[in-house]
């Protein structure tokens, strides 16, 4: 009896210890987000994740009215994530009004319900509470107002991560007039025919305007020190892509167009992940 009492006890220490791993990671599945002061956010592991095996990451912004559950219902997103390693992370943006659409209080926005940056480090640090990162392999990625939202994380916190690939969404007006992060790895992608968020911008109500593409580029073109000509030009798929490789800060910078509208694939952030790690 008591071999037999010893042999249930032991069990049930390695069953906590190789269980320790997954018990601190039970919310961010859709239905049951992760809380932080400021907010929350949703996240999922690869499938076949052991609780312990360190994880890149993915920061995902979702678009105006979104959540973010969305990305997270994305099978190709997730499969994209899984293929990578990464950790999906998407946090949930709030109402910029009153029961309003869910929106983000970036630079230039409607919205100025929250602070975005310091919600973006509270996400990072409780997510580093949860899983194991791999501190070299944090990337982020968002669309529509969402990529708006990546291009001031990497304007502001750029140096918490290794590169950038926002889709159609970028700098609102007023641009900022430097980067107080520094120089970043960036691939930005926009369709030349968006009605919703032009290339050239447009006016939101009588205050506020999304800015220009092309002088969001330019503006992290000088942060780069990288050359007013690209390097290369080139071109896969629907994408056209003006490529920045020989900069004086090392960080590249890419920016992919395509002769569509307002549209977002989850195949392009997988290649920009894949270029911001390897170049190709």
Sequence with gaps: MRRLLS?????????TVATTGRAETTCGAIGNPCAVPLGSYQAVAPADWNGARPLGLLLFFHGYGSSGESPLRNETLLQLAAERNLLL????????????PTSWAHGGSPSTARDELTFTDQVLADVAQHWPLDAG?????GFS???????????????AFTGFAPIAGAFWDPLPEDCPAGPVALRHVHGTSDGVVPMEGRPIGQQWHQGDV??????????????AEPDAIQSEGPL????????????????CLHPGGHAF????????IDWLETGE
């Design 145 to 159: 107002q969402g990529g708006s939202m990546a291009w001031d994380i990497a304007c502001y916190r750029g140096e």
């Design 265 to 272: 694939q989850a195949d392009w952030v997988a290649e920009g």
């Design 7 to 15: 042999f249930c006890l032991t069990a049930l220490a390695c069953l």
């Design 89 to 100: 992370v998407a946090p949930n943006g709030v109402p910029g009004r009153p029961d309003g």
């Design 214 to 227: 092309l002088a969001s580029v330019a503006r992290l073109r000088v942060e780069n020190a990288c050359a």
């Design 240 to 255: 056209t892509c003006e490529i920045w490789t020989s900069c004086g800060s090392g960080k590249p910078l890419a920016l």
């Design 137 to 141: 392999r944090r990337f982020v990625s």
